[in-house]
Structures are given as structure tokens and as C-alpha cells.
């Protein structure tokens, strides 16, 4: 073996070592989010909200008056935006462990923006009617898109086009998607969670 090939065998030796240095960092490799992103089916995503999206008028009720909110009202907060509807069987057989998922992660500060797709708050009031308020946390948000117009309405500003569908928000940037129901309990979801609350 001559030097020139002995050198060229450290230069490889050494920057195998940096790569793998970089890789267990998170840097440029497979971060603890990506693991459990990959675990639980959801779509890394990483961009940021579009100012149609972050401002879109949507409609909460408080004391039984319908107010305007938006995204850009939820600051410095995971948001776990879902998109569903009453109508939606799916979205029902979700909606307990969503939840559950809210309640178990209200200390940490996440909010849950249950975006319907219901013709009226009538209909989301009758649904909602035998529930009490034990059983809805303070951080699971209901609210309602008055346009539900395809190509006009939120989720069409997401490109969903159909529910239910979820998105992961932080600091101005939708980080992750998920479609089709899932069951929000489910260990790698909450590991997604936890990692996501640590960036």
C-alpha cells in the first residue's frame, strides 16, 4: 500500500466518522419527529403557513355568539388542526381519542382546532348536546368554516379534499399531515408529540 492510497483510505475512515457523528446529532439525518412520523403514517411536511391560511376567517362560538377567529390567533402553541364534520363517520369514530388526546396534553400547552364542515352550528350544537363539559378539555376548540365552497374554504388552502385530515402547526410552519382517521392515543402519535414540543 503507498501513502497516496493510504491516505485517501484515512480521508474516507474520517469522514465516515463525521457523517456518523452528524447522523446520531439529528443534523441532516433521521430525527427523533421523523422516527415516529414514519411509525405513525404522517407526511413531514415543513412549510410555512401561507398568510390565506394563518388569517382565514373561521367561527367559534362564545356564550352563544358567533365570533370570528383564525389560525394566527393560536401564538406560540403546538396547533393540531382537524378537519372534519358530523356527517363524517370517520370523524365520529376518531373523535374519541382526539379528545382524550386533547385532555392528556393540555398541560403542554397544545390546542386542538376541530374545524366543521357542518352546514350550521345547529347541527355541530345537536351533535355536541349529551356531551358535558368534563368530557370537552378547554384546549379542544370547535369552530366552523362559513365557506364551504371547494376551492374557497380552508381545507382547500391546505389541499385536503377530503375529511377527515389533520395537520401539525408550530411557530408559522405546518410541520406534518396526517389523512383518514386515527386513533390520537396511539404511542408513536404521542411520540410525534413530545418531539414536536421539544423543537
Known amino acids: 500500500m503507498n501513502d497516496k492510497t493510504f491516505s485517501i483510505g484515512a480521508i474516507a475512515v474520517l469522514f465516515a466518522f463525521i457523517a456518523l457523528g452528524i447522523a446520531s446529532l439529528g443534523i441532516g439525518g433521521r430525527t427523533e419527529l421523523d422516527t415516529f412520523l414514519r411509525r405513525t403514517r404522517g407526511d413531514r411536511l415543513d412549510i410555512p403557513l401561507t398568510p390565506a391560511q394563518a388569517s382565514y376567517t373561521l367561527e367559534a362560538r362564545r356564550d352563544g355568539k358567533t365570533v370570528p377567529m383564525s389560525i394566527a390567533d393560536v401564538k406560540g402553541r403546538v396547533i393540531f388542526l382537524n378537519f372534519w ?115
Open 85 to 199: 364534520g358530523t356527517f363524517c363517520p370517520p370523524c365520529i369514530e376518531e373523535l374519541p381519542s382526539l379528545l382524550a388526546m386533547a385532555r392528556a396534553h393540555e398541560d403542554q400547552g397544545l390546542v386542538v382546532l376541530a374545524v366543521s364542515y357542518d352546514d350550521s352550528w345547529e347541527a355541530i350544537d345537536a351533535f355536541f348536546k349529551d356531551f358535558t363539559s368534563d368530557s370537552i378539555p378547554s384546549n379542544f376548540l370547535v369552530v366552523r368554516d362559513p365557506e364551504r365552497t371547494a376551492d374557497r374554504d380552508l381545507k382547500s388552502a391546505f389541499g385536503t379534499k377530503k375529511i377527515p385530515e389533520s395537520y401539525l402547526l408550530r411557530d408559522g410552519m405546518t410541520v406534518a399531515r396526517y389523512v383518514n382517521a386515527r386513533d390520537w392515543l396511539d404511542p408513536s402519535f404521542v411520540g410525534v408529540l413530545t418531539a414536536l414540543q421539544k423543537r
